[in-house]
């Protein structure tokens, strides 16, 4: 089974500096990733996209990074600012009708 | 901005009522899911929905969960006898064509089931 908990993993980063949040995602078959950002009693906000022909693409001040053969995407968020703060899911998408699979989450906080 | 609408954005219910959770999609988008967030824990999907019937669905939702469309506007989650383990933060999403693209998410109702 899977191992979900009240915890979720936190990153905290000083105003200003990069911030780099990781996602192992777990099916092969996936072709298709996002990244949302979900603030305090709000729903999912979408953040920046990427489709698995790619392994790299740049939004304003975020980056996504996919590397297939590991299954690992990330997410970087150049001069992170106080707004930031949230936490981060990644999911993914596989061909067919499948539903979007959300993974675990990580809280980012960040330091004025 | 477009925006999904959902209502009411917080229930509290009493175990073994009925509750009906609304939403009202972005007006182009064609596909509507429902995904539930225990507190604390990742976004879980229960249903997609598309053309009037279900598209699929997860585990979660059983013979006590139902959706429809009942005036081609609203879209609505329907849980007949309420369990604890129902208290949640319920999102509706929608997406314009279905798989493969994203999806845009309320800002949830908050079920708290006593």
């Known amino acids: 089974g899977e191992n979900v908990g009240l915890h979720l993993p936190t990153l905290s980063v000083q105003e200003g500096d990069n911030s780099i949040i990781n996602c192992a995602y777990s099916n092969s078959a996936s072709d298709y990733f996002i990244w949302y950002k979900q603030e305090s009693g709000k729903g999912p906000q979408f953040i920046i996209d990427i489709r698995s022909n790619m392994d790299k693409r740049q939004g304003q001040r975020v980056t996504v990074l996919l590397n297939k053969t590991v299954k690992h995407l990330s997410l970087q968020i150049a001069a992170t600012q106080p707004g930031d703060s949230a936490v981060y899911f990644c999911a993914e998408n596989s061909p067919g009708n499948t539903p979007l699979v959300f993974g675990k989450g990580t809280r980012l906080s960040v330091i004025a | 901005e477009p925006e999904v609408t959902q209502t009411p954005s917080h229930q509290v219910t009493q175990m073994g009522q009925e509750v009906i959770l609304r939403c009202v999609p972005i007006?182009?988008?064609?596909?509507f899911y429902w995904y539930r967030q225990i507190l604390g824990q990742k976004v879980e999907f229960l249903v997609s929905?598309?053309?009037?019937?279900?598209?699929?669905k997860s585990e979660i939702f059983d013979d006590q969960f139902s959706v429809e469309r009942p005036d081609g506007s609203n879209f609505t989650l329907k849980i007949r006898s309420t369990k604890l383990e129902d208290s949640a933060m319920y999102f509706c999403a929608t997406a314009p064509r279905g798989t493969n693209e994203k999806l845009f998410f309320g800002s949830g109702t908050q079920l708290s089931v006593l």
């Open positions: 929905f598309y053309n009037n019937e279900i598209s699929e």
């Open positions: 007006s182009n988008h064609l596909y």
